[in-house]
């Protein structure tokens, strides 16, 4: 039986968008070890984003963590300051929402109130957590207006429209075939062939016609 850790496992993330000019991201780690020391965490990993910009939603070292944390290999996630997660407010609540969800613990040093291994800073990621979910709904809202209005305009909305010629088709319709062996010549869904057929005007006339040249020979 696997014993569980006796020390919260901390996840200890830095970014910087520029390189030099004051920027390091060892700055941040040295505050966050030295908090991870007092705290009791144990560094499970140390994940670092150099000269990356905070309004990319996928970057090395956050991917990596991010991983991590949903493999179960991690605890808390500590920052320096909130923006080093990332600079849109939507990836970061989603970020946020992502790690409450998996049962790992956020702390941000230079953000009052954000840690949520306090009871006041679980109640602030509960919010956080109620914020990313309304978002996620106006998200889904919106698209789902968007498919109505594009479908009412009559667009063609989902998988892209798969073209097919149908002058094979009605020739061999007309030869007295059966829409299911032409369907099979064709490599076509049998339904989808069909509704192309009505589509232009060719379904049931080509088939009628087949049967007619049939009943003739």
Same mark, same amino acid.
């Given at each position: 039986m696997t014993s569980k850790p006796t020390k919260p496992r901390a996840a200890l993330y830095a970014r910087?968008? $520029? $390189?030099?000019?004051?920027?390091?991201v060892g700055l941040q780690l040295d505050e966050l070890r030295q908090v991870a020391a007092q705290r009791g965490w144990e560094i499970a990993g140390v994940y670092e984003d150099a000269g990356v910009s905070g309004t990319k939603t996928s970057r090395p070292g956050l991917d990596r963590m991010l991983a991590d944390a949903q493999a179960g290999k991690l605890d808390i996630v500590a920052v320096w300051k909130l923006d080093r997660l990332g600079r849109s407010l939507q990836h970061v609540l989603a970020t946020l929402d992502q790690l409450n969800t998996q049962g790992?613990?956020?702390?941000s040093l230079r953000d009052q109130g954000l840690d949520s291994t306090t009871? !006041?800073?679980r109640l602030f990621t509960a919010m956080i957590a109620a914020f990313a979910a309304f978002e996620r709904d106006l998200i889904q809202e919106r698209v789902v207006a968007g498919i109505r209005r594009a479908q009412a305009a009559g667009k063609h909305c989902g998988r892209p429209r798969k073209?097919?010629?149908l002058r094979p088709a009605v020739a061999l319709l007309r030869e007295g075939r059966g829409l299911k062996d032409v369907a099979r010549i064709?490599?076509?869904p049998r339904a989808t062939l069909r509704r192309?057929?009505?589509? !232009?005007?060719?379904?049931p006339v080509a088939r009628e016609a087949g049967q007619r040249e049939a009943a003739v020979r």
């Open positions: 910087v968008s $520029t $390189t030099g000019h004051g920027q390091d790992v613990d956020f702390v009871p !006041a800073g073209e097919i010629d064709l490599k076509v192309r057929l009505e589509e !232009a005007g060719q379904w």
